[in-house]
Structures are given as structure tokens and as C-alpha cells.
């Protein structure tokens, strides 16, 4: 089996098994939760396929089964299953154990947050990784703040600063943190440069953005089925 598909498998197998808890009871929502990954995935693979082409970040043969799909290894097109359905685990198992959480920060912190980040993705928009994560990910929050308003914005925002530690272990496996060569790599001539162990930190924002536009649709889905 290979690196990259051992890495996916570990970071879903404890949320898998414990979808069946009799207190979380998560595969409920796995109609939701998948047709969200379905749609978060219409923009999230064009974009992987895209730079992947373009040689913006790449994998290491090593590391694969050799499988593609649409110019992606096999274990690339798992990752965007396996990771967004642990976090959306996480993201369920808080609203069950922890039905209130503290909402008023979210009123500065997403605006300010907003402006950093179109700061940084106007200011370089010769790197490509940099400006469409870093854009992208502050015209939705844009979206989710002033417009759409959703209630589950800041609790959303909590469990991604939660999942920050596994994020850190996953990803550094990932790009080379106690691996070598790393699985997946990056031209960083298309990104900042600045890395959290061997973790582009865009790789925060682009992970961010893929919870929060699996959220969105997940939660759309659930509130239509409680009507």
C-alpha cells in the first residue's frame, strides 16, 4: 500500500468508527456530508488538476500506487474525501458535546481576518498558490459573514483552530516532516516561501477554505431535512 494512501486512511479511520457512536450517531449525516464533499470537489479538483499540470506542487512517484485519474494520483482524489470527512466529524462531534460555544469574537475577527488575507493575495499575484488561496478564501468568508450569515460560522472557525494540531501532522507527513523525499512537493516560486515545519502556510488557508465549503453545503442539506 502506499505512503500517500496509508496517510489518508489513518486520518478517517477513528471518525468512521465512531460515526456509529450511539451518542454522536454521525452517519445520520453522511448523505449531507458526502454530497458536500461532492460539490466542494467541483471546484477543489479543476484547481488540483490545474496546478498540478502546471507544476505548482507535484507527487512523488515513491510514494503512490501508480493510479491516476485526470492527471491526479488516486490517493489525491482520497484526500478530499478522508480529510473534509474527519473535520466535518470533528465539526459534528463539538455541536453534540458542546451545543453552545461563544459567538460575538466572530464579529472582528472574520472582517479582520478578511482584510489580511486580501492583502496578501493582492500583493502577489505572481504566486499563484498565494493569491487564489488566499483570495478565495476571503471572498467566502466575505460571503459567509456579510451576506449568507449562517450561525455556524464561528463554531466552524473554533473546530478549524481544534483540527489545526492534526492538520500539522497530516500535512507535515505529507510534505516531508520525518519522510523523504516528501509525498507531495511545491514550487516555491508560486508560493510565499514560509513554512510551518516543512507546511506551506497557505496550506492553512487552502485547508480552511475546503472545510468551510464542505460546511456550507453540509449544513444547507441538514437544515432543509429538518423541515
Known sequence: MSTYLWID???VVVPVAYSFHPRLRFQRNWPALFAGIGIMMLVFIPWDVLFTTKAVWGFRQEHL???R????PIEEWLF???IPFACVFTYHAGVVQV???PTAWARWVVPILVGLLLIIGSTHPDRAYTASTTLL???LLALLHWWLRPIWLPRALLTYGVLLFPFLIVNGLLTGTGISPEVVWYDDQENLGIRILTIPIEDTAYGLLMFLMTVLPYEALLARRVQ
Open 65 to 67: 500506487s501508480g493510479l
Open 9 to 11: 486512511l489513518a486520518s
Open 80 to 82: 478530499f474525501v478522508c
Open 137 to 139: 478564501l476571503a471572498i
Open 99 to 101: 451545543p453552545n460555544v
Open 69 to 72: 485519474l485526470l492527471h491526479l
